[in-house]
């Protein structure tokens, strides 16, 4: 049985969240651009804030890029002194990421401009409201992991099983 409340919800969050995904998107351009990063750049440096001297490899698989985006990503942060590229001592095979000085000093400003653009944005809702606004994305990003762990029947699928 379908709830019409519960589908009008559905579409209010469905638009909400794409809104709040390209504006995001928007957010992350204007922080990137004003250290004379590429978005690209900022996400592997947000990355990088958990592991310095991280397999390439698995810095791939995290920020979900294939080894040749990755590898020309890293190639133009090499190039502006912010990250070096080293064979790991216990398998050369792999290539270890970890930043430079000057890649420690990048992060430290874009973690400042990250946290002043998020506190500048607070200070667009109402006093009282940032602790309710908090709470609810904690709920919102818990119940969307946990949606994604529960992989949903494929459209393809779904859609063949509908035509036989």
């Not at 978005?39 to 397999?55: N, T, Y």
């Not at 398998?91 to 430079?100: H, K, Y």
Request: aromatic fraction near 4%; proline fraction near 2%; charged fraction near 30%.
């Amino acid at each position: 049985m379908n709830n019409p409340y519960k589908s009008v919800l559905a579409e209010k969050m469905a638009n909400l969240t794409f809104s709040l995904l390209e504006q995001c998107q928007v957010k992350q351009e204007r922080i990137a651009s004003t250290l004379g990063l590429t978005v690209s750049e900022f996400k592997l440096l947000r990355e990088l804030r958990q592991d310095s001297g991280i397999a390439a490899g698995e810095l791939a698989k995290r920020v979900d890029l294939s080894s040749s985006r990755l590898t020309r990503i890293l190639d133009g942060m090499v190039k502006k002194g912010i990250v070096t590229r080293e064979a790991a001592e216990d398998d050369r095979r792999v290539v270890e990421i970890s930043l430079t000085q000057a890649g420690r000093r990048i992060q430290g400003r874009l973690d400042e401009k990250f946290v002043q653009t998020h506190q500048d944005i607070l200070d667009l809702l109402p006093p009282e409201g940032g602790e309710s606004v908090i709470l609810a994305l904690e709920k919102l990003a818990e119940a969307m992991q946990e949606w994604v762990k529960h992989e949903p029947e494929s459209e393809t699928t779904h859609q063949s099983a509908s035509v036989t």
